[in-house]
């Protein structure tokens, strides 16, 4: 019965490119053509019986979740691990530089190498200068950006 499915739904998508280009509109009924293979495709690969298998197991795991009182438990340990990591501040895929100024790093010999962006021989602003003047209303982000370190 699969397979009858399978095929119809391509042989219909076939039919809708076939229509598609007639009427002049030749790329969209290549990408009508590519869609009408799928069904048949995912039945000859056997990919139909694997989603069938999923879903049947999606459904039973669904059904023991609302009737197992194990299964509860199981949930409520998932939700108070994430409410741990998030009151303790962790923060997946932020690195944090410390010890070293933003922007420097350290050459072989030592001395800290020029910010990136910045040429070698390029002077660094002064501490009292204003580094974005010239970014106008900006300096309201430049502030909290200062204030949190950034």
Same mark, same amino acid.
């Given at each position: 019965m699969t397979a009858i499915i399978c095929m119809a739904l391509s042989a219909l998508g076939v039919v809708i490119a076939v229509l598609t280009a007639s009427r002049?509109? @030749?790329r969209a009924g290549l990408r009508w053509l590519a869609v009408a293979l799928v069904p048949t495709g995912l039945y000859l690969t056997g990919l139909v019986t694997v989603f069938r298998n999923i879903g049947t197991t999606l459904a039973n795991w669904a059904t023991h979740? /609302?009737?197992d009182p194990k299964v509860w438990v199981g /949930?409520? @340990?998932l939700c108070g691990t994430v409410l741990i990591l998030l009151s303790t501040g962790v923060r997946f895929g932020r690195g944090r530089r410390r010890g070293?100024?933003?922007g420097q790093v350290p050459a072989k010999g030592g001395a800290p190498s020029a910010p990136p962006g910045r040429p070698a021989g390029a002077a660094l602003p002064a501490k009292g200068s204003a580094p974005t003047a010239d970014l106008g209303d900006f300096s309201d982000v430049e502030e909290i950006l200062k204030r949190r370190g950034i």
């Open positions: 002049g509109r @030749m979740l /609302v009737f /949930v409520a @340990m070293k100024e933003q």
